[in-house]
T-cell receptor, first 116, second 112 residues
Framework: AQSVTQLDSQVPVFEEAPVELRCNYSSSVSVYLFWYVQYPNQGLQLLLKYLSGSTLVKGINGFEAEFNKSQTSFHLRKPSVHISDTAEYFCAVSGPRGGSQGNLIFGKGTKLSVKP | NAGVTQTPKFRVLKTGQSMTLLCAQD?????MYWYRQDPGMGLRLIHYSVGEGTTAKGEVPDGYNVSRLKKQNFLLGLESAAPSQTSVYFC???????????FGPGTRLTVT
């Protein structure tokens, strides 16, 4: 069975500092990987996705993530955060398209708090 | 395009009451999903549908029923609400199985 672990439940950081949100997954098959962002009282919005190809994926709002198959990780990074990046971030994994493995499995989320 | 919409946005129920949450998408997606979000738990899949007329159980299906009579709509029903069903419910849709999902704004349900 697939699972996703987000290693930090909360990450406080000062404005303009770099940030890394960590995500590890477990799966015995090839995976697709996603990062979603949720602003307060809103739905989830896709930040970026890895389906295949280059292991460095660039997303919206200056975020990027690197797929590391050997370490089964998909960490999210931003070189300089803004106050507006304060939100909860979710890592998700899905497997091949058949059966329940095609469903997204979400991590428990990391709350990023950017302080002035 | 409106994307994925959910009604209602808020609802308060008494224990034992029933209700239906409506999800609609205008992207002609085949796959639709219902999740619940609880603090510190991430999103957990309740039920999903791989096409019109089909439904399947997810991770936490007990106490919920669903129907997909039309491709664009996915209904989530609670027959006898319990306080444990107090949560925020999200609907999502996708064109490809395992691919990017588009989320609605959510329904905040409180059961007293």
């Amino acid at each position: 069975a697939q699972s996703v672990t987000q290693l930090d439940s909360q990450v406080p950081v000062f404005e303009e500092a770099p940030v890394e949100l960590r995500c590890n997954y477990s799966s015995s098959v090839s995976v697709y990987l996603f990062w979603y962002v949720q602003y307060p009282n809103q739905g989830l919005q896709l930040l970026l996705k890895y389906l295949s190809g280059s292991t460095l994926v660039k997303g919206i709002n200056g975020f990027e993530a690197e797929f590391n198959k050997s370490q089964t990780s998909f960490h999210l990074r931003k070189p300089s955060v803004h106050i507006s990046d304060t939100a909860e971030y979710f890592c998700a994994v899905s497997g091949p398209r058949g059966g329940s493995q095609g469903n997204l499995i979400f991590g428990k989320g990391t709350k990023l708090s950017v302080k002035p | 395009n409106a994307g994925v919409t959910q009604t209602p946005k808020f609802r308060v129920l008494k224990t034992g009451q029933s209700m239906t949450l409506l999800c609609a998408q205008d992207m002609n997606h085949e796959y639709m999903y219902w999740y619940r979000q609880d603090p510190g738990m991430g999103l957990r899949l309740i039920h999903y549908s791989v096409g019109e007329g089909t439904t399947a159980k997810g991770e936490v299906p007990d106490g919920y029923n669903v129907s997909r009579l039309k491709k664009q709509n996915f209904l989530l029903g609670l027959e006898s609400a319990a306080p444990s069903q107090t949560s925020v419910y999200f609907c999502a849709s996708s064109q490809l199985r395992g691919g990017e999902q588009y989320f609605g704004p959510g329904t905040r349900l409180t059961v007293t």
